[in-house]
């Protein structure tokens, strides 16, 4: 790795990737590759702070390494692996449990969701979850993070982990930066405009899910919830026009005057029917390029394979000089 600023970010491999996760998150990681030095990681150890099947979670992580690999990123340019094969995270996430306060980690709202969806699983994983991610972040000093709105709290968690053990053992740690985009930044769902879109919804028609079909994709943008007036103006209050037009604007590139010009005189029908065949055609190049990828199963190890040696390299030297740092005996 060379001067470039750092990149890291990662993405849970709980299923396919929702358009959200697309739009907010995964699909601005590509060109980041021809500025920066970028590591992309499938957090399958953040999967199990709720339960999983073991061999969906394997067919999962596997899939999302392919699928990230299909929205553009790049082994032979950025770091892709997975997450459990690189021990380091866990290795230097104790350290940072020990520099975590449980106040901290009581405030996290996705800890208060996630508890109230599992009551019966509340276990000390999904507690300290957050550690884990800044464990992830902070194993490559990584300058910046490109995440959705909905993990702003976590990284402002990792930022305060890393302060104070820089206060405690000395400047190491580079606090690092969320990359937050100003439009999609939080798709919301289809069904419930005012809740995030996400692939926990109960109801299969408020989550687009990347590897949807066309038809299932214009079907569901069919069936979106709006407003009852039939105007298509971004405007406080009309919540599931706003998010269509930030994903319609996502995936053609026009701003929201041009959309609005678009569809002036429009009804609805016609607007989420556009809408759907974008995302549709937007999304069908993925759909191919994962299909390919997801065939050559031997190919897909090299990549994790090496990605894993990279990432070990790097994270192994950090949690080196952390150890060293808080006092242990150094091994040799
Ligand atoms: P995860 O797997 O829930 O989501 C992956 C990325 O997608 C973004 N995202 C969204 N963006 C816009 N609208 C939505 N509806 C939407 N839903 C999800 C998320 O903000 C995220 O950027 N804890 C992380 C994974 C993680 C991580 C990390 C991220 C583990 N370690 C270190 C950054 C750095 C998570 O659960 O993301």
New binding site residues.
Partial sequence: MDDKKLI?????PTGTF?L??Y????RNWAPLQDKYDCIYCI?DM?AITVKQEPAKLRQNSLAAYALLMACGMDPKRSILFIQSHAPTHALLNWVLCCNTQFGELSRMTQFKDKSQRHPDDVNAGLFTYPSL?AA??LAYNADM?P?????KQ?LELARNIAQRFNQRYGDFFTLPEPLILEV?????SLQDPTK???KSDENPNACVLILDDKDTIIRKFKRAVTDSEAEVVFREGKDGINNLMTIYSSVTGKDFAAIEAEFAGKGYGDFKLAVGEAVADHLEPVRTEFDRLIADKAYLKECYTTGAEQAMKISSRIVSKVYHKVGFVDPR
């Fill in positions: 890291f970010s990662a993405i849970q929702t959200g996760n739009i907010g998150a995964v957090a953040h991610m992830d972040i993070v995440v959705g709105v909905d993990q976590h999609g930044a939080k798709v919301m995030k879109m996400s």
